[in-house]
């Protein structure tokens, strides 16, 4: 087969962010007036055309790249530069990203003579939402006026809906003569041979008055709250060095984009946002499910992502928002349809899976940091969460926690698996509400036991113990209610009359990620998951090719969600599946091998890996970067590690399963508590590891989990499960 390298996700586009501000441009660096291209601030696009021409010429630029997370440099040719004598003159277009956004143009002679030019800048602003531009399907009107400030050099455009109060200040700073003419600002530059000048313009978005200020022009980090979360990330994030080369790549890219994407959102700056160029907003599950997957990697981003999430508890019941007290955050967005009440997203609530990933993160931190002055600071909000599961999550108690969509405009399910179409029973049809999906239970259970561990570690052991009897209850009760023993895996769900929906789907790994499946059948359900209609060779579908609402391209009927293998990997090392691991880790980096910078988009298609499909292709909306894809690579080194962390005792237990493709790698600056060290791992003769560690102390114990000891004892012989649904 031939090796496919550097494929790119959206690759007529190139984007920058910074906070809540994302800047998409065509290849060539331009603002077109073609969907989705623009400047954004807030889920709003405050320039949809910008066109700049030098002597009624529009340059292209021949070279256009992005410099760090916030900025975009561009190099155009304005005259022929091998022309003697010389009349070489170059312009070069900067872009810096911050709550506005400001552009440097430089002109350069190379020249031997004067040169006299006339710049032109042309601006439009529609004020789309970034949904609106994101589908090029617009969902309201509003005109837009256009004011010339003569003395400050100043346009500000702004949109006449009468219950939207925005507008954006087009400021152009030069000290060369400029006049406005009804339609382009036109500046006169006299540009001495040999040198240089500038001309720089700022968007500064306004909202209910409060004008959104340019960054300044500069490459290094702004000192806004997400530039200086950037700058701590950079610093914190674990560095891998490998001989296997792809997997370096991948991992350092993957750190790399968990450093550009913090939103900056007091409480908690560095908690990231989901992905680029669309997700520029809060999605609870999403930040808090990256900053866990990549704790390997630093800590940080969890603690931020568990108070963000804490200063977001519901408050209230509201229909709209499907918020109940002591609900968390599904997603929150400052575009335009959400403020003008199209949708609820300014704050929905419609998210059953962010409450209990709370209360098992929580006690994941505690693990690696022993930081228990911030667990205590959460401890409120965590017990609202137990209060919410206790009272809204359940609605029939039977044990099970089962959500229902109250908005008329909010999101059908409500599950991880969150698109109208993802839950699909037996025979392709949609299931209605309530649904109780698998990993709903496998993410209560863990709540469970980890939200003990929080409240054991803060002083309150009784509490704690009730959570843990809670727990073995929900464990006794799932899998005789969920297990399909004819198809050797778990239910996708249970319906509203309480059948199981029988579909083989990738839940199941979830569900071993949490604990929560008994040991004797472990390794049967990750047979299931590895037989060919769920496994494509570059990961695990999420349903069964042989369901007959399988799509590959779909979003959740049929892709391969790199997340998942993060997730999954740790699942499959929980319980001792180290062949099903290194089969899924090598899918895993072999997908990411063929992208641009090893960067894995947000989901690749469920086409199988196979003579007829070099590469697989991608959902076609995918995100990149998108963060979880970028922790998931995080996680997978980490489960090959079988490392677990116990902080409070400045300790690791680790238990190494590295493949023959992977026989050394380095961590550089691992954080346990307190203790900052490097761990080398090196695979020996007849499977054996050398394990060395430099820098803070830490204990090392080699131990494997308790489910890997029980599921090894309960193996049953490899044995062939059927592939239809």
């Not at 489910?707 to 309960?714: D, F, I």
Request: charged share 25%; with cysteine; glycine share 8%.
């Amino acid at each position: 087969m031939s090796r496919v390298r550097d494929l790119r996700v959206r690759p007529g586009l190139l984007y920058v962010a910074g906070g809540w501000s994302t800047l998409v441009t065509d290849v060539h660096g331009r603002i077109t007036g073609t969907d989705p291209q623009g400047f954004f601030a807030r889920n709003t696009r405050m320039l949809s055309r910008e066109r700049i021409t030098v002597d009624r010429r529009e340059p292209v630029a021949f070279s256009t790249a992005n410099v760090g997370a916030h900025a975009q440099l561009s190099y155009a040719e304005l005259g022929d530069g091998e022309t003697l004598p010389s009349q070489a003159v170059y312009l070069t277009i900067e872009r810096f990203v911050g709550e506005g956004l400001r552009t440097r143009l430089g002109l350069h002679s190379y020249a031997d003579q004067t040169r006299h030019l006339e710049l032109c800048l042309e601006f439009g602003a529609d004020f789309a939402d970034s949904d609106e531009a994101e589908d090029g399907h617009r969902r309201r009107h509003g005109d837009v006026i256009a004011q010339w400030d003569d003395d400050a050099h100043e346009l500000r455009l702004e949109h006449t809906h009468p219950d939207l109060d925005m507008a954006v200040a087009i400021r152009i700073d030069t000290t060369a003569a400029l006049e406005f003419d009804g339609h382009a600002v036109r500046v006169d530059v006299s540009l001495p041979a040999r040198e240089s000048t500038v001309v720089d313009f700022v968007v500064e978005p306004i909202f209910d008055g409060r004008r959104r200020p340019a960054p300044p022009a500069s490459y290094a980090e702004p000192g806004d709250a997400a530039g200086r979360a950037r700058t701590t990330l950079a610093t914190e994030l674990t560095r891998l060095r490998s001989t296997n080369l792809d997997i370096a790549a991948a991992w350092n890219t993957a750190v790399g984009d968990l450093a550009t994407l913090p939103l900056g959102e007091p409480p908690g700056p560095a908690a990231p946002i989901a992905g680029l160029p669309i997700y520029q907003q809060i999605f609870g599950r999403d930040t808090l499910t990256v900053s866990w997957q990549a704790l390997l990697a630093g800590p940080t981003m969890l603690r931020d992502s568990l108070y963000l999430n804490a200063a977001h508890v519901g408050q209230r019941i509201d229909d709209w928002r499907d918020e109940e007290p002591g609900k968390l955050l599904h997603q929150a967005r400052h575009g335009p349809l959400s403020r003008l009440g199209v949708d609820p997203f300014t704050g929905y609530y419609g998210d059953w899976a962010t409450p209990p990933d709370f209360l098992v993160f929580l006690g994941q931190y505690l693990a690696w940091t022993g930081d228990l002055d911030t667990v205590r600071d959460l401890l409120p909000a965590a017990r609202r969460v137990l209060d919410w599961l206790d009272r809204y999550a359940d609605l029939d108690q039977d044990g099970f926690l089962e959500y229902h969509r109250r908005s008329e405009a909010g999101v059908k399910n409500q599950g991880w698996k969150d698109s109208d179409t993802a839950i699909v029973d037996e025979h392709g049809r949609n299931v209605d509400n309530p649904i109780a999906p698998s990993e709903l239970q496998g993410y209560h259970y863990a709540a469970l036991r980890h939200g003990a561990l929080a409240f054991a570690a803060a002083g309150d052991r009784a509490f704690a113990a009730g959570l843990v009897a809670r727990a073995a209850r929900l464990r006794r009760r799932f899998h005789p209610a969920y297990w399909m023993p004819q198809h050797g895996c778990y239910a996708l769900a249970l319906g509203p009359d309480k059948r199981q929906v029988r579909t083989v789907n990738s839940n199941d790994g979830h569900l071993l990620a949490a604990g929560i499946v008994p040991a004797h059948v472990a390794h049967t359900v990750a047979d299931r998951l590895f037989a060919p209609d769920l496994f494509s060779g570059w990961g695990i579908r999420t349903i069964s090719a042989d369901h007959p609402a399988y799509n590959p391209f779909s979003y959740h009927r049929g892709s391969v969600w790199p997340v998942e293998a993060g997730t999954i990997g740790l699942g499959l090392a929980r319980y001792g599946c180290w062949e099903h691991l290194h089969r899924l880790a090598e899918a895993t980096f072999a997908a990411a091998a063929l992208f641009e910078g090893h960067r894995l988009p947000e989901a690749i298609s469920g086409l199988p890996r196979d003579a007829a499909h070099p590469h697989p292709g991608i959902y076609p909306k995918s995100c990149s970067p998108q963060a979880w894809s970028a922790s998931s690579i995080v996680a997978l080194v980490q489960a090959l590690l079988g490392l677990r962390p116990a902080a409070p005792a400045r300790s690791i237990l680790l238990d190494p399963h590295l493949p023959d493709w992977l026989p050394d790698l380095t961590l550089e600056g691992v954080q346990i508590g307190t203790a900052t060290f490097d761990l080398t791992i090196r695979r020996r003769r007849h499977g054996r590891f050398s394990i060395r560690t430099r820098g803070d102390r830490i204990l090392v114990i080699r131990q494997p989990t308790l489910q890997t000891r029980l599921a090894t004892r309960h193996r049953p012989p490899q044995t062939r499960h059927p592939s239809r649904w």
